[in-house]
């Protein structure tokens, strides 16, 4: 239902986290050990934490009291079977294997279905998500729409799939050369950009002609459910929770992190329909995770899944949560800082190019943006661009993306209305002095998802 009320939160505060406020000094010593990497950062020096929204969910009273009915055997918990309920209920997935996270199902899923020189067509890439199907002998072929590398563009579906793309793809290597097309709900990489449920079906039917599954990465499906309830005409009366069902329902096979969506610290899955998929995900998953019944969760982490999979699909808590971040997308805009539009659903994204125009992308602009955000006030962000999109595996070179961003990522139900302002105020003393900053180089270069470890020290001219 279109919510006309404010987006003040469901909920009221039960119990506080003190965090620490920093002086400058510190924060130049802090950002300096840490290699100009906000995630080398001790969490103890950060004041606001915008850094990810995996993980970094409040639970509610809820979850905490479901935590107390954890059934720790090592088969069979009943907390298992309910989450498999849950996940059946809500999301339509006949089977369901726990992992840890969401990275050991794409692990999973990417070893059982890709083969050595197949090609896996997705709406943008993931980092995890292509690293898995390259690992698997894959090439990830990014088949979203155009306006989805275009900043500027208020496409308000940015997620969408090109089915041009798609179809030129099938002619060009075959369809029997492509194991599955992968479609994430809310693309992260794109900004937070929900697909439409017409384009989904559009896909359904393209893939139905050619016997391609479609892979779900479900992470943020509920925060695209509540965006095509907004957006989408034709949905504008339905619930959250029936247009996750219907999404799901359009899709084979699924991998889901439960740290964003469905409100916990830790988890994630992989859920099918097909059962020789699922016989295969439950060999696998015994090697690297644990019993098919766990996968890698305890009882107790599984029981508040399924608590947070039925919490994130009321239309109250979207309205919330999505509320929040376009109301800090809109104080930058206030400010005229340049971010990607439209506002997504789990952050705000900085258009680093814009923000810093004087440095060239390999002079990292993201990278030293997010530096400069911390050094100002003590919020924690992230890099975006060439330093999370890596080499490219044959030619060694850095992949030069479209996007060069800073995400500014904000956690459920953890941050008030006046940490944004503060976050707000933060980036745009940034800005006012944005023609006295300099860029980054590499001093350290992990092999694999570099930016998580990788150091950095200023260019000095
Ligand atoms: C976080 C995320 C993953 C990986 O999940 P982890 O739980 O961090 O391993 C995959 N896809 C998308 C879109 C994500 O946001």
Redo the contacts with the bound molecule.
């Keep these: 239902m279109p919510n006309k009320r404010s987006w003040a939160e469901p909920w009221k505060i039960k119990m506080v986290e003190p965090i620490k406020m920093t002086t400058k000094e510190e924060r130049l010593t802090a950002i300096k050990e840490a290699g100009y990497n906000t995630f080398l950062l001790k969490s103890e020096d950060v004041y606001i934490d915008l850094l990810t929204d995996?993980?970094t969910n409040a639970m509610s009273d809820r979850q905490w009291a479901g935590l107390m009915l954890g059934d720790e055997a090592y088969a069979g918990s009943r907390n298992f079977y309910h989450l498999a309920e849950t996940v059946m209920e809500y999301y339509t997935y006949k089977n369901l294997v726990p992992t840890h996270?969401?990275?050991?199902?794409?692990h999973i899923l990417s070893t059982i279905m890709i083969k050595d020189g197949d090609f896996v067509p997705g709406n943008m890439y993931?980092?995890?998500?292509r690293l898995h199907q390259e690992l698997a002998g894959g090439t990830f072929v990014d088949v979203i729409v155009d306006e989805a590398h275009d900043t500027e563009s208020e496409h308000p579906f940015k997620g969408n799939v090109d089915l041009i793309k798609m179809q030129n793809l099938i002619d060009e290597v075959g369809a029997d050369k492509i194991p599955y097309v992968c479609i994430?709900t809310s693309?992260?990489?794109a900004g937070g950009q929900p697909i439409a449920l017409q384009n989904l079906k559009d896909l359904r039917a393209l893939c139905d002609s050619y016997d391609i599954p479609i892979v779900h990465?479900m992470?943020?499906v509920a925060e695209n459910a509540y965006f095509i309830q907004q957006r989408e005409e034709e949905y504008r009366n339905k619930t959250v929770r029936e247009i996750v069902h219907e999404i799901c329902s359009l899709t084979d096979h699924a991998?889901m992190?439960?740290?964003?969506d469905a409100l916990v610290n830790i988890?994630?899955f992989l859920a099918t329909n097909d059962e020789d998929v699922f016989m295969k995900a439950k060999n696998m998953v015994v090697m690297y995770e644990g019993l098919h019944t766990y996968g890698g969760m305890s009882g107790r982490d599984m029981e508040a899944v399924a608590i947070g999979i039925k919490e994130s699909v009321s239309d109250n808590h979207m309205a919330s949560r999505v509320g929040q971040v376009q109301y800090l997308g809109n104080k930058l805009i206030e400010y005229g800082i340049p971010i990607v539009m439209p506002i997504g659903s789990h952050g705000v994204f900085l258009d680093a190019k814009k923000f810093l125009p004087h440095l060239s992308q390999d002079m990292l602009p993201s990278q030293t943006l997010a530096s400069e955000i911390y050094i100002e006030n003590g919020v924690r962000t992230m890099e975006r661009g060439v330093v999370s999109a890596g080499r490219n595996k044959e030619t060694g070179e850095h992949y030069f993306p479209k996007l060069e961003l800073v995400r500014i990522t904000i956690p459920r139900r953890v941050y008030t209305q006046a940490h944004m302002d503060v976050v707000a105020e933060s980036i745009a003393a940034v800005y006012e002095r944005r023609n006295e900053i300099k860029g980054l180089k590499f001093v350290y270069e992990p092999e694999y998802l570099r930016f998580f470890q990788a150091r950095f020290s200023p260019i000095t001219n």
């Design positions: 995996s993980g996270q969401g990275r050991a199902a794409e993931f980092t995890t998500t994430a693309v992260n990489m990465d992470t943020r991998t992190s439960s740290k964003k988890g994630g």
